[in-house]
Nanobody, 127 residues
Framework: QVPLVESGGGLVQAGGSLRLSCAAS??????????MGWFRQAPGKERQFVAG????????PYTDSVKGRFTVSRDNSKNTMYLQMNNLKPEDTAIYYC??????????????????WGQGIQVTVSS
């Protein structure tokens, strides 16, 4: 098990910024061995890949709709992954989830390929 806890969500006006954090428990093993991902799910929609980061931080894929606005990063010394979200739009409103899986190389972009998930955190962007 890799307990994950998201924080940093909330309500923001369009054009604003938020930074999400995903903290992994040290009891879950070596954080630097895990690839991480951010997903989001809006009401009535499927869970969507947003961004990911490989174990070393070398690979950082994004979904097209957030490229140039969102930045994913990680600090392995703090067992934490981040998602900096700038120029937020109402369509970014969703519950955001972080996910982890033991992937020494590369990043997975499909939800069912991840074994460990956080509880989710609400992000609401008002127009």
């Amino acid at each position: 098990q890799v307990p994950l806890v998201e924080s940093g969500g909330g309500l923001v006006q369009a054009g604003g910024s938020l930074r999400l954090s995903c903290a992994a428990s040290a009891s879950g093993g070596t954080f630097s061995n895990y690839a991480m991902g951010w997903f989001r799910q809006a009401p009535g929609k499927e869970r969507q890949f947003v961004a990911g980061i490989s174990a070393t931080g070398r690979y950082t894929p994004y979904t097209d709709s957030v490229k140039g606005r969102f930045t994913v990063s990680r600090d392995n010394s703090k067992n934490t992954m981040y998602l900096q979200m700038n120029n937020l739009k109402p369509e970014d409103t969703a519950i955001y989830y972080c996910a982890a899986d033991f992937v020494p190389v590369g990043v997975r972009e499909v939800a069912h390929q991840y074994n460990y998930w956080g509880q989710g955190i609400q992000v609401t962007v008002s127009s």
